[in-house]
């Protein structure tokens, strides 16, 4: 029995694929809303070509399909249309699913899966049978590659929702994704205004700013797209100063995997510290001044 793929990012893909080959199944790579060609290289037995319409439109006929030719797994990667595929075709199967996966392995049969849950505060194990379906975050196996054999099948495209437009939107500021030094900022700071004094912090050090949640969607001192966090940016910078953030454990969740946690917190008591690999206990009003003068002298 197969297991069935479907990514819409191609590195998600072959990982997926390594997962397959390491368990001894076919792995079968669903070409829906992306060319089977781009998929080559990904090293999986077959590419099946279903259609270039968005691949949510062909998860009532996906699910009749891999009911028919009975799969072992659906893993999709953890993307925003994974997860979306994932759940309408378990849901139209009447499958078990598993979401947001970061570990998978096979077990006499069924699937021993982990999962965080809690926003990160716990790590959960679960058994899959087999028939079920999984989303898979990006990073747990090594990516194979290889060229597949393409096959084409029609399925039906279910045209109900029609997309009407797509465009692009217009990010302001610095792209937090690929920064390796954060200046952050929580609602310890009193006004607005202040962002200038943090600003400052983060151009001495040469870092992007970000900042909390409240920060962005509460007081919108900030856009949203600068919030960190579970349901924010999840960031991986080498240094992330966290100044007058209370670090609740969402918070944190998004800088798990940063090398460096630096915290700046009038309350000795805030989480903050317990992520943070240096703090400081004081207002950030005097601490942030100091540590640009002293920035600025040492250049
Ligand atoms: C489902 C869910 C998802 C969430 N997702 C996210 C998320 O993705 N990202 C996120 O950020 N939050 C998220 N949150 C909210 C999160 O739980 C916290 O409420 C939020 O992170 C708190 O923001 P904060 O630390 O800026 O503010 P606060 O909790 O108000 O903390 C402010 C901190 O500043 C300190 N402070 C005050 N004055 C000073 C001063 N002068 N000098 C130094 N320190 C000072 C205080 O001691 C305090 O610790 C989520 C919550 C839920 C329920």
Not at 181 to 202: H, N, P, T
Request: hydrophobic content about 40%; glycine content about 10%; overall charge negative.
């Amino acid at each position: 029995m197969a297991i069935y793929i479907y990514s819409d990012r191609k590195s998600l893909a072959a990982e997926l694929v390594a997962f397959a080959k390491q368990e001894g199944k076919e792995s079968v790579i669903l070409a829906m809303g992306t060319p089977a060609e781009d998929f080559q290289g990904c090293g999986a037995d077959k590419i099946l070509e279903i259609g270039s319409g968005p691949a949510e439109n062909y998860s009532k006929a996906l699910a009749d399909y891999l009911k028919k030719h009975t799969m072992e797994l659906l893993l999709a990667g953890a993307t925003l249309r994974g997860r979306d595929v994932a759940a309408r075709v378990a849901g139209y199967m009447k499958a078990p699913l598993c979401a947001d996966v970061h570990s998978i392995i096979g077990d006499a049969g069924d699937y021993i899966i982990e999962r965080m849950m809690y926003g990160g505060a716990v790590n959960s194990r679960q058994k899959l049978p087999s028939g079920g379906v999984a989303t898979v975050s990006s990073g747990c196996f090594e990516a194979t590659s290889g060229q597949s054999v393409v096959e084409t099948i029609s399925l039906k495209e279910d045209l109900r929702v029609q997309l009407l437009s797509c465009e692009p939107v217009v990010r302001s500021g610095e792209d937090l994704s690929n920064a390796t030094r954060v200046v952050s900022v929580g609602q310890g700071l009193k006004q607005q205004e202040d962002l200038a004094l943090i600003r400052q912090l983060a151009d001495a050090m040469g870092a992007a700013l970000a900042c909390s949640r409240g920060v962005a969607e509460e007081r919108r001192w900030l856009p949203v797209e600068k919030y960190v966090g579970i349901s924010g940016n999840i960031l991986s910078p080498s240094v992330y100063l966290a100044c007058g953030i209370s670090g609740q454990i969402q918070h944190i969740y998004g800088v798990r995997d940063a090398k460096i946690i630096v915290g700046i917190n009038n309350n000795e008591q805030a989480p903050i510290f317990a992520a943070s690999d240096y703090g400081i206990v004081g207002d950030l009003y005097e601490v942030v001044p100091a540590l640009i003068a002293e920035l600025q002298r040492s250049l």
